[in-house]
């Protein structure tokens, strides 16, 4: 048994330095993505902007990030990571602003998303996972709780445990909407054949701009079938990259 947890420990330790590192460069990238930034050297501020949003997702880098690539005249590039600042805070107004700059600029539409979809939009991506698990335990614990411990059963346990029900419904939709929304994503090249085949001899049904929005609905091998708001069809995987990663 004795070798068998030594190996444990020296693999969560080995996990843990793995974690750590990785933590710790993305880290150190931030700060010289900014210096790159400033000295007007945006494809290396991108690449250190990149490298620091991997380790440490963060609506501030995921704006900087697009920043750069939008002097770098990546649009696609640029709307994708203004679209991660706002799946990780829908309140950035600078994202926000950036995005309807360029979209204006490059005449693309936004995503078309459903009501539940914009309830989803209210507060941060994974803030409603914690509303509608928070809200339905607590129900559950004030629910039952009381009669496995032989407690005295008060009228506010029934009343806040009716309240955290009607939370966790409420938080249904917006939690469906979330996941539905993780199936966006935007086309990263330029005037690519939108084809009715998986394959590179299918007929193109119509040419996409970079930055137009499109949902994910299935892959098949290094292709993907999407639905954009006018057509449907088949691009390959490496013109495509969805907002949540």
Excluded at 54 to 73: D, I, S, V
């Amino acid at each position: 048994m004795k070798p068998k947890l030594s190996g444990i420990v020296r693999s969560f330790g080995l996990f843990l330095f793995v974690v750590f590192t990785h933590v710790a460069k993305g880290a150190d990238s931030f700060p010289s993505g900014v210096a790159a930034y400033e000295a007007g050297n945006f494809e290396q501020a991108a690449q250190a902007f990149q490298e620091s949003s991997k380790a440490r997702p963060a609506a501030g880098t995921f704006q900087n990030l697009g920043n750069a690539e939008w002097k770098r005249g990546h649009t696609a590039e640029a709307i994708l990571a203004w679209e991660q600042a706002r799946l990780i805070n829908p309140y950035d107004a600078n994202s926000r602003n950036n995005l309807k700059f360029a979209r204006d600029a490059a005449q693309l539409e936004a995503p078309a998303l459903g009501w539940h979809e914009v309830a989803s939009t209210w507060l941060p991506a994974g803030a409603w996972a914690w509303i509608g698990g928070g809200s339905l335990w607590l129900a559950v614990g004030l629910l039952l709780l009381p009669g496995i411990f032989r407690w005295r059963k008060a009228s506010w346990h029934q009343a806040v445990a009716a309240l955290c029900l009607g939370i966790f419904l409420l938080s249904i939709p917006a939690n469906a909407g979330v996941i539905t929304r993780a199936r966006i994503g935007f086309v990263t090249t330029g005037d690519t054949p939108l084809r009715l085949t998986p394959t590179a001899n299918g007929e193109a049904v119509t040419r996409l701009a970079a930055g137009e929005p499109a949902r994910w609905v299935r892959a098949r091998g290094n292709y993907v079938f999407i639905r954009t708001s006018h057509a449907t069809g088949w691009i390959r995987r490496e013109q495509f990259d969805l907002v949540a990663r």
